[in-house]
């Protein structure tokens, strides 16, 4: 299958990042290229972009689509975790914007043997890098039933987070659980039928949430943002779309948190933690995508964009 992917937010996005002609920007995200390749349209001379991604199908994907401009682009297969050792190699120390679009890509769900849909009957693997051992089919398989709980209930949020993690067990204990078909009868077998007619898919709560364990998602999310808002220079901007509440609520928090760093109390007259403002949050709402965009594209409904700018 081509790498198709439709960039959400992406008029929004490319205004936010207050693009400079001659400035340095990262897609840490680069997936097929999409934003990548309206940035680049932007960029003058000397302008640039580094695209980072640890899905090599994307990077094969974006560097055919981004190849009329040349030396403008660098392409590194990384995760965005890694994004200010892999510039340091490059010799960039600061950047003039950088996006994250957080969401799984069209191609990785409808790419059946990628083990990311329970809408298709595949192995279960799920992982963004394949050069990673660990698949989705050592989760549902090795952890144990307390691990199971937490996973579902904390990255699912799913209320019968016990009942299928209880259900897994079980089923495994018959022979080992392989595909996503297997997962996604197990999951359904779990939860009441009078609350999968009008809450969408039974089995999404439980993938998501396998998925986000697997790639450590939230854990590379929240390490490193301090890290990129660090990397921007003054007026450079940090563009990042979330598409479920627990991504974006450490977004949330981390931007606040980098423009009102004092740990000092309340009744002090003044500041003596000495920490100050790194920049300032743009959207004090989070944009989300028009009419006509969820008309065309309903992957995109839940959708966020913050945007921070360095001070």
Known sequence: MEFGHRSVLLQETIDGLAIRPDGIYVDGTLGGGGHSLEVCKRLGPKG????????????????IRLKDFGEKVTIVRSNYCEMKSRLHELGIDKVDGIILDLGVSSYQLDTAERGFSYREDA??????????????RDIVN???????????RDYGEDKFAKNIAKHIVTERGKGPV??????TEIVRRAIPMKYQKNSGHPAKRTFQAIRIELNRE????????????GLLNPGGRLCIITFHSLEDRIVKSAFRK?????????????????????????????ILPGQEELR????????????????
């Open 142 to 152: 090795d952890y144990d039933e307390k691990e199971l709980y937490r996973v579902i």
């Open 296 to 311: 065309e594209n309903s992957r995109s409904k839940s959708a966020k964009l913050r945007i921070f700018e360095r001070a």
């Open 48 to 63: 640039s972009i580094v695209g980072i991604d640890q899905d090599a199908d994307a990077i094969k994907a974006a560097g």
């Open 258 to 286: 980098n423009e009102h760093p004092c740990t000092c109390p309340a009744d002090f007259p003044v500041c003596v933690c000495g920490k100050v403002p790194k920049g300032s949050i743009v959207t004090r709402k989070p």
């Open 178 to 183: 392989v595909t996503t078909g297997q997962l």
């Open 123 to 136: 192995p279960l693997d799920m992982r963004m890098d394949t050069r990673q051992k660990m698949t989705a």
């Open 218 to 229: 939230l854990e590379v999310l929240r390490d490193s943002l301090d890290d990129m808002i």
